[in-house]
């Protein structure tokens, strides 16, 4: 390949929207470095052997000497190699002449991907040889002197963006992988983001950044915490899945407003996407209400929102929770597109069709339906035989499919139970179009609700396969989820309650009194921070009344409060009404910046079975080393770990 | 107790100087927040329901309608009482019109320490009522109303400072403790210095925050790691001791400057002042010598210092490990006092005592002294008798004290051995003076040293206990240690070696030819940073040679080089060369806040035997909830469990 072709190669990958990035990677990096570098904020070169960074250099540097430490990551007949370092690419002219051979030999023998240092000149690129895809484009350096400071084995795969290689392989070479350009923008973007957040809780309102401890005690229902034998006996410190204790006990001892980046554990063994530990941007404040968390949220966001993006536009709009279900039939609707769950029970009330009056007659019985605009032209009947299916397989529903034609010339079974005048009620209320498809379900409410929620999502996925535009990558849609219900039945047992969040939620003022009465229908005051579909947080305003919170922990949830005695004495101390929220970081960074995973926003993750495929953790352990803890292995017999070999079979490594 | 006496004497409390600071720490939190209240920055009550802190309230604020929120501190004879909030104090006037009567009952009938909300108007105190100590002791709040908030049942100890309680009460209560000023003042100064250290490592120098894993692998000697047992039989994780691998990976993933506030854990058992968990300011550098890494961190510490302490001078001085030991006896010098340990050899060169010239003849033989200015003033014969014994004890070394008075008229054991130009000569050396007393040992260098670095110390407390201030509280005396071994004898086996630091520590240039030929005489790149005699940081150059790297640690130091294999192939693939550093966050925190304690700076530390004595941590774990870990406990025999309760007796709890 020539190397004019490949530098366009290059830049044309570097440029090309990475997941749902739309800006070119490097690029970006570039402008916010040259933006800042006119000020000399922040110095990228403060302390170290280089002059300038090789991604900084730009026609306003010519004619300067510089000394630039970097990758070799390209080389053209020993004429002109390509440096790297962690702001960009520059082009290097290795000098041709006798008095330079020394230069040329160290320049020319390296292999690809050793480090040097150079020391040289800016020039201008000779007219007609500027890259204008490249940032540093313009110019390219003439050596003088160079230094190898050390030399690399060939790398098991090369550091270009459009060398697509296994995330397994990406994952055991991790060190490797963080020398992508999108590796390098997602981490630095994070630490940019977290650092703005910070000043806006810190330095523009006033938070005290408390570190709270990380080896705890386990949590009443606290079966997914990892555990860390101590060297006493029988006696486990627990990993906390949150700082929630710590951060209501700070309330209460009068820090008044409080955020940790808190890292969280959770062992969830091997679920797809999650990690076994995790950030999370952990807040509370005294004094404050469900109004004042969202302001102060909205303006984090806002304040914190990377300026490469379209801004954040706040307030974000809310909804409860019973909207949500019936609208979007999730508590995390993705809002940047329509196709909402309408309920058409009205248009169906009379209708002759046994099946659909049945539905009907029983408890919260609907009829509902979603409308896919252009469904008839974008989706293939094998598709919506698929989803008929899925309907029937997971929720046991029957989906009638309609479509729409003109003078409503319908397709449909359902079209037979309708008489015209019903199908134009329901046209209109569908606000359906020419080949628009209707899909129609019939059951309980919440089940009819999910339902559509699911295939709503589903007819999405297949409407984008098709090229419609529906979830615009570059669109951020917030959205506030409230009102939720404070307890719901427990799976195990439904005539028992569970807490539909954490048991220090605040029951919703209005709903108060039926806690004695109808606890199951009490509304709490927790609130869901919802991103595109996505759940990215969630907090409360928590219980600060002793009685109370003993009255739902013992009376209500039946929970063992011997492991929270601390925290019942607290709230008999003057605890402060308080309320708090915990958005993901790593869930929010992997929206940002468009990442396939939360993996690709994390330096060093784990695999999903919760594997460092790197360094190979978790190892095994001489037995000497378990004694101190008092604990020994307990092997499974060979039957069980069969089984256990198998179940891990399901879930090939990454 | 009158009130107006009562005010002045917790004023009094919270002026006067609490451990080592010497800031009222009320009045330091009050005019931090005055100041930048001018500016409305930050905002201590957006978002929530009072419109100011009691602490800012200032003459300028007189005629204003304020909302305060806080706790019921004091009530005098049901007119006055003092709220405080986060910010401080503030005096409030109980309205006695009947028109206010249920204002007035509410806020006489709340228990103390009891939470509520008041509005009322800023008002002038009464002439000759104004309270100069107080920050808001020039105005008084007129309530118009009153909400109760939160009633208080009776506190186990007063929220006031010259109420001495033990410390684990304090701990037990943690929440009520943190309502004190001086907790207050420590976790509000730690957060506001990290802060600025971030500004300084993220703003202006380009650092990347980036968040390492907990749960890793075990090291190499990582016996003091916490382990975590996987859903996998017989895997564990790790609790790294510090991100030390993930840095250096970090440096030849192209990251080039990271830093990251660190949670690290290391289990040492029962140390007094350490604890299980703790954190430090780690940070690594590309392409950096020992000279940038010092650059940058005096700049960072500079940068972050707290206002209300003297500026940090820099550059800070360097000493080589050499030095500090022959001129302090430890490689931690507090170098706010001089009373330097001085080699006295020559003068006794030809002296006829034969213990002396016996110790002169050995390998290393010395003699060395100090000189405890006015000793003969301030020490007592019993002091000086106890000093010469824990030599004898702990040391297996004599002690003479000498005592100068006037004409060399000495009194000592030692005077006998000398002739009148050594006695002028010993007194020239030590630059002694009359009342000067002399402590004289003799034996190998390393031990001498030792032995009077100790005696160094004990001799500045006792002459502190007279009232002599040597080491000025509001002095912070840094100095960099340098040079250090890279490698010690091992203490079980002094034939072989051990790294004096971590394996990783690259080699001082100097001395690399001697890896080869005489590998313990070989200096290293490790430097510490040491603040008025306690280590507040360590780093290093890193080695980037893989060969270099594997020679160190399999023939010289014959670790098992498979658990780090993943680090040595890294280093093959273009390790530029690197470096970096480690700030123990605590430990520098209880020096800047005058602690006694680092427990004093963490919200909710871990009683010296790592129990949380407010929830009881580590706590006992039903045996099914080890099942999915495979583990189990190993009871000891009712043998050890006596000799481990006799051994747990010698360390009662805090």
Redesign the interface.
């Not at 403060?46 to 280089?50: E, G, I, K, L, T």
């Not at 709270?212 to 386990?218: C, I, M, Q, V």
């Given at each position: 390949m020539h190397f004019s072709s490949w530098l366009s190669q290059l830049c044309k990958s570097l440029s090309r929207p990475i997941g749902r990035t739309t800006q070119p990677i490097w690029v970006s990096l570039s402008r916010n470095l040259v933006l800042r570098s006119q000020r000399k904020?922040?110095?990228?070169s403060?302390?170290?052997?280089?002059t300038n960074t090789c991604g900084e250099l730009r026609p306003s540097h010519l004619g300067q000497e510089v000394t630039l430490?970097g990758?070799i990551q390209y080389r053209r007949q020993n004429v002109f190699l390509v440096l790297?370092?962690?702001h960009g690419l520059v082009q290097v002219i290795i000098p041709q002449d006798e008095s330079a051979a020394s230069v040329k030999k160290i320049l020319c023998e390296a292999p690809l991907?050793?480090?040097v240092?150079i020391s040289g000149t800016v020039i201008s690129r000779p007219p007609g040889q500027e890259n204008p895809k490249m940032p540093t484009g313009a110019i390219e350096i003439k050596v003088k002197t160079a230094e190898l400071?050390?030399?690399?084995?060939k790398?098991p795969f090369e550091i270009k963006d459009f060398v697509k290689k296994t995330e397994a392989l990406r994952l055991q070479?991790?060190?490797?992988?963080?020398?992508s350009a999108q590796?390098?923008y997602n981490?630095?973007l994070?630490?940019?983001m977290?650092?703005k957040m910070?000043e806006y809780l810190?330095?523009?309102?006033?938070?005290?950044?408390?570190?709270?401890?990380?080896?705890?005690?386990?949590t009443p229902g606290g079966?997914k915490e990892?555990?860390?034998?101590?060297?006493?006996?029988?006696?486990?410190?627990?990993?906390p899945q949150s700082p929630q204790?710590?951060k209501q006990?700070?309330m209460?001892?009068?820090?008044?407003?409080y955020f940790q980046v808190a890292?969280c554990?959770r062992?969830e063994?091997s679920r797809p996407d999650r990690q076994?530990?995790f950030?999370q941007i952990d807040i509370e404040?005294?004094?404050?209400?469900q109004t004042?968390?969202r302001?102060?949220i909205e303006g984090l966001l806002q304040y914190s929102w990377p300026s490469d993006k379209d801004p954040v536009v706040i307030p974000f709009p809310s909804m409860t929770f019973a909207e949500a279900l019936a609208s979007y039939g999730t508590d995390k609707p993705d809002t940047r597109f329509g196709m909402k769950i309408t309920d058409v029970s009205e248009v169906f009330r009379n209708t002759e069709s046994e099946f659909l009056q049945d539905a009907l007659s029983k408890p919260q019985g609907t009829i509902k339906a979603i409308c896919v605009q252009e469904g008839a032209k974008h989706l293939k009947r094998k598709e919506i035989e698929s989803i008929r299916k899925c309907a029937t397989d997971h929720f046991n529903q029957e989906v009638l499919p309609i479509f729409l034609k003109a003078n409503s010339n319908w397709n449909s079974r359902a079209a037979r139970l309708l008489v015209e005048e019903q199908r134009l009620e329901l046209t209109r209320i569908m606000e359906a179009q020419e080949d628009d498809v209707v899909f129609l379900t019939a059951g309980e409410h919440g089940k009819t609700c999910s339902l559509l929620g699911k295939l709503r999502l589903e007819c999405a996925d297949l409407l984008e396969g098709r090229g419609v535009v529906l979830r615009d990558p570059t669109r951020f849609s917030f959205l506030w989820v409230v009102d939720f219900p404070l307890f719901l039945p427990k799976e195990d047992n439904p005539s028992e309650l569970e807490s539909a969040h954490h048991p220090f939620t605040a029951p919703h003022p209005s709903d108060r009194h039926l806690l004695y009465t109808a606890p199951e229908k009490v509304r709490s005051q927790h609130y869901d921070l919802v991103l595109n579909g996505n759940e990215i947080g969630g907090g409360s305003i928590r219980i600060?009344?002793a009685e109370l919170q003993r009255y739902i922990l013992s009376t209500l949830l039946k929970e063992d409060v011997t492991?929270l005695s601390?925290l019942l004495q607290?709230l008999?101390?003057?605890?402060?009404?308080h309320g708090g929220i915990a958005l993901g970081l790593d869930r929010l960074m992997c929206l940002v910046t468009g990442a396939s995973s939360i993996r690709d926003v994390?330096?060093?993750p784990?695999s999903f079975r919760?594997h460092?495929l790197?360094?190979?953790?978790?190892?095994?352990?001489p037995a000497e080393?378990?004694?101190p803890?008092?604990?020994?292995?307990?092997?499974?017999t060979d039957s069980e770990?069969e089984k256990?070999s198998l179940n891990h079979s399901y879930h090939p490594e990454s």
């Open positions: 904020i922040p110095e990228f403060s302390f170290v052997a280089r430490c990758w790297r370092d962690c991907e050793s480090v240092q400071l050390n030399s690399s084995k790398l070479y991790r060190y490797l992988d963080l020398r590796m390098q981490l630095r994070r630490s940019q977290v650092m910070r810190c330095n523009l309102h006033g938070f005290v950044d408390v570190e709270t401890p990380t080896l705890f005690k386990r079966a990892f555990l860390v034998p101590s060297r006493e006996p029988g006696k486990f410190y627990s990993l204790q710590f006990l700070l209460i001892g009068g820090l008044d407003r890292r554990y062992d063994g076994p530990e950030t404040m005294s004094f404050v209400d004042g968390i302001n102060l600060h009344d492991l601390h607290a008999d101390y003057g605890a402060p009404p994390i330096a060093f784990k919760g460092d790197m360094s190979n953790a978790p190892d095994s352990v080393e378990l004694k803890y008092h604990i020994q292995v307990s092997w499974p770990a256990s």
